[in-house]
């Protein structure tokens, strides 16, 4: 057997992890699609190559998030995260980020979410601490940390986003807007006010490359 066929074998199971249908476990789901995207974007694997459920039905889902602090930079955040997952999203009433689109996308850009969210927050949080304690300027080091962090995130993920040819399905966009016909635009976010801490935002951009890729091989 070739190797792009043992290749398409192990993407194949991969996906099949990622299936909710399949897998109770949001993590583990999220791990094993990451590294079948790295797999397909490696070696220019195409879905169609691996699609073996194109016949199941459709379902879509709306999974809200948990984001403790609900700081600013979830909904950048949330954006990265949608269009690299296949889904839209959403800023509920109460603050809350929240991912449609196929259900077992939404689960996982969800779970995705989450885990980049807490991962931002405590490192960020860490090097607030680690300024305070060397006696510098604190005022834009979490800002600027999530800035870099947002940035080498969107780098990593947007390069697979393209290589794989992700988008949202036209399926997901048109229920979307049926189920959600008045929705506006929020504007708010993150803010860039004041200098920018050039060693925390140096430490975010790296942490954010490598965020997802911890994940998806220590699940």
């Given at each position: 057997m070739s190797e792009i066929n043992n290749i398409v074998k192990k993407i194949q199971k991969l996906l099949a992890l990622a299936d909710s249908k399949r897998n109770d476990s949001e993590s583990e789901a999220q791990a094993a699609l990451l590294k079948a995207q790295q797999l397909m974007a490696q070696y220019g694997v195409e879905m169609s190559?691996?699609?073996v459920d194109a016949k199941d039905p459709v379902s879509y889902s709306?999974?809200?998030?948990?984001?403790k602090g609900n700081k600013g930079f979830r909904c950048q955040l949330a954006v990265i995260i949608a269009r690299n997952f296949r889904c839209k999203t959403i800023?509920?009433?109460n603050k809350q980020v929240a991912f449609f689109g196929h259900s077992d996308d939404a689960k996982i850009a969800k779970s995705a979410f989450e885990y980049a969210y807490h991962f931002a927050k405590k490192n960020g949080d860490k090097c607030v601490g680690e300024a305070r304690r060397n006696c510098e300027e604190t005022k834009n080091v979490f800002n600027s940390y999530v800035q870099g962090f947002l940035s080498g995130l969107r780098q990593k993920l947007d390069a697979q986003c393209q290589a794989l040819v992700l988008v949202v399905p036209e399926d997901v966009k048109t229920e979307f807007?049926?189920?959600?016909?008045k929705l506006g635009v929020h504007?708010?976010?993150?803010?860039?006010?004041?200098?920018?801490n050039m060693n925390a935002y140096n430490q975010g951009v790296t942490d954010g490359r490598a965020c997802m890729d911890s994940r998806a091989l220590n699940s």
């Open positions: 190559e691996v699609d709306l999974e809200t998030c948990q984001h800023l509920m009433g807007n049926n189920q959600f016909p504007h708010g976010g993150l803010t860039a006010k004041g200098s920018v």
